[in-house]
């Protein structure tokens, strides 16, 4: 059985050209307002408003496919998006939504590995790429703005692993504690 076109495509890529007006807060305002880059002088924002990618979504649209490799993060930027499993029948369940001024996928700038969950805009979305080729050549060409996305996002990462732990914790996951009952890690 042969693979459809659709199929083939990767969507993180697939409409990186789409040209639409633009008629929002200006993308250094937005950049701005993400943790991972509130530290940035107003310069740098101008710096990496220059090499993020906007992309336009329409509704269902699959923004990433489970499996794929992971390449990047993306930031709502209106609208909003769905994430799907695969539910123990095998049809496609909503286990989250997040929307504008929301990261998905932040982890992929340092873990390559495939992306465990499926995500499609469910309304019309803007949302604002930025792919691991951008931070190596940010830390090439500027390396102190590519350090400070890094140690920014290193911060963001912990504080998200910290939830996640806390949520398993209080969903009745057991941990090895030591004698103090501080959970071992």
């Known amino acids: 059985m042969e693979a459809s076109a659709e199929e083939w495509e990767d969507p993180e890529w697939a409409n990186l050209f789409r040209q639409e007006a633009q008629a ?3 993308l250094e ?7 991972v880059f509130s530290t940035l002088t107003p310069r740098e924002l101008w710096t990496l408003a220059r090499i993020v990618h906007p992309r336009r979504f329409v509704t269902g649209e699959t923004i990433i496919r489970r499996g ?17 499993r695969l539910n123990t029948n095998g049809a496609p369940q909503v286990v989250g939504a997040l ?3 929301e990261l998905l996928g932040e982890f992929a700038l ?10 499609v805009a469910a309304e019309p979305s803007e949302l604002i790429g930025f792919f691991k080729p951008d931070l190596m050549d940010l830390m090439v060409t500027n390396p102190g703005l590519g350090c400070k996305i890094l140690l920014n996002l290193a911060e963001q990462m ?3 692993l910290t939830k996640d732990y806390q949520t398993l914790v209080e969903l009745g996951y057991d941990f090895l504690q030591d004698e103090e009952g501080m959970t071992a890690r």
């Open 24 to 26: 929002q807060l200006p």
């Open 99 to 101: 929307g504008p001024g």
């Open 29 to 35: 305002a937005i950049l701005a307002g993400v943790p």
């Open 68 to 84: 794929a490799e992971q390449s990047g993060f993306y930031l709502v930027r209106s609208g909003s998006v769905q994430i799907l």
């Open 110 to 119: 340092v873990d390559g590995s495939p992306r465990t969950s499926t995500v």
């Open 158 to 160: 912990g504080q998200t």
